[in-house]
Structure formats: structure tokens, C-alpha cells
């Protein structure tokens, strides 16, 4: 079964650092997505990436942040200067966007800022 | 009213016992729900998608009841590899389906 695969599986960077964390979907998929949860918090939505362009994004993704498709497979998200609220886990997810089909999730970079 | 919410937990139940779990949204325009499942640590996994007013995949069934806008899990039979954490997901009524998370509801099943 395919399935979205994520890199690293933990990422450990200063306060202050740029981090980028990279995300293969499915390969037949069109909408990609990002997500982040808290350690005991909900996970939370990001931003949605549609032909090469943020289709929708939260209060969460501000200047820090950034989303790129750079060669058609890889699906990155960059934080530019890390703080320490930022230590999260970061789910990418992606679908074929066909109406009420599910997002399919990888298995996550956990983000630790020190 | 939050956009989804669900009761924490956690449910601490038998092995074979039957659990039920409700979950309530705010957006009545929602058409789609899912289920999903929540290991510790680990990505979520899609369990049941809900369209229209339930699904039902051997053990699990989940219904929908848009009058009142709350959606139900119930698992019957329940095994040890059933604990987890159990998360309400609504899409927004976007064209590109942000989720939106409950927080999940911790499911313990003991021998």
C-alpha cells in the first residue's frame, strides 16, 4: 500500500536555527498538507499546498514558515529561525482531494528545539 | 460550541467489553467525518470515514447525526490492540479538506 514517507524521524536544532523537514506524498496525490502536534495537545493544521501554491493556512504559519515543492516529489516545510514553541511533532499528509476522501499521514518528525 | 470536541477519557474497559465514544462538531455544513487512530507517538491512522448516517467495518461502527451534529464510534468485542487514542476528524467545508482534530478520546483495554 502506498504510504507518505517523512524525513528525519527527529530532527534536534538550537533556538535560532533554520530547520527543513521533507515529505514524499503519494505519488497520485494533488493536495499536500502539513500539520503539528504538541506534546498532549491536539493535532493542528498548518497549511494546504495545491498546484504549487498554498492553497489555505492557519494563524500558526507565519513568516517562519515556509512550504515548497522543489523537484515534484519532495513536499518541504522550512522554519526559518527556530523558537522553542516549536518543538512539535510534524505530520505530513496528502490526498488525491476528491471530495470526502481521506488524508493519508506519514509518520511524523519530531521537532525538539533546544 | 468548540468545531470538534470529545471527551478525553480515558475509557478503561474489559477485554470483550463493548465502548462507545461521542463526538460533537459546530460547523452544520460539514458533509464528511472520520475517524481516526492514535497510537502514542505515532501518526494518525484513518479507522472509518462517515458520509452519511453510519459505516460499519466488522467490529467498528460509526454514526452520524446531523440534527444534533454529534458523531459516534462504537467498538465491539474490544482486543488489547484496540487501545489507543480514537480522534473525531471534520473537515472544513473548504475545497481542500484542512482537518480539523478533536482531542481524542484514550481507549485502555485491560486483560
Known amino acids: 500500500e502506498p504510504e507518505v514517507t517523512q524525513t528525519p524521524s527527529h530532527q534536534v536544532t538550537q533556538m535560532g536555527q533554520e530547520v527543513i523537514l521533507r515529505c514524499v506524498p503519494i505519488?497520485?496525490?494533488?493536495?499536500f498538507y502539513w500539520y503539528r502536534q504538541i506534546l498532549g495537545q491536539k493535532v493542528e493544521f498548518l497549511v494546504s499546498?495545491?498546484?504549487?501554491?498554498?492553497?489555505?493556512k492557519s494563524e500558526i504559519f507565519d513568516d517562519q514558515f515556509s512550504v515548497e515543492r522543489p523537484d515534484g516529489s519532495n513536499f518541504t516545510l522550512k522554519i526559518r529561525s527556530t523558537k522553542l514553541e516549536d518543538s512539535a511533532m510534524y505530520f505530513c499528509?496528502?490526498?488525491?482531494?476528491?471530495?470526502?476522501?481521506?488524508?493519508?499521514f506519514g509518520d511524523g518528525t519530531r521537532l525538539s528545539i533546544l | 460550541r468548540k468545531e470538534v470536541e470529545q471527551d478525553p477519557g480515558p475509557f478503561n474497559v474489559p477485554e470483550g467489553a463493548t465502548v462507545a465514544f461521542n463526538c460533537t462538531y459546530s460547523?452544520?455544513?460539514?458533509?464528511?467525518f472520520f475517524w481516526y487512530r492514535q497510537d502514542c507517538r505515532k501518526e494518525p491512522k484513518l479507522l472509518m470515514s462517515?458520509?452519511?448516517s453510519g459505516n460499519e467495518d466488522g467490529r467498528f461502527t460509526a454514526q452520524l447525526n446531523r440534527a444534533s451534529q454529534y458523531i459516534s464510534l462504537l467498538i465491539r468485542d474490544s482486543k488489547l490492540s484496540d487501545s489507543a487514542t480514537y480522534l473525531c476528524?471534520?473537515?472544513?467545508?473548504?475545497?481542500?479538506?484542512?482537518?480539523?482534530f478533536g482531542t481524542g478520546t484514550r481507549l485502555l483495554v485491560s486483560p
Open positions: 476528524v471534520v473537515p472544513q467545508n473548504t475545497g481542500f479538506q484542512k482537518l480539523v
Open positions: 505519488s497520485n496525490h494533488l493536495y
Open positions: 499546498f495545491y498546484n504549487n501554491e498554498i492553497s489555505e
Open positions: 462517515v458520509y452519511s
Open positions: 499528509a496528502s490526498s488525491s482531494g476528491d471530495r470526502d476522501q481521506p488524508q493519508h
Open positions: 460547523n452544520s455544513a460539514s458533509q464528511s
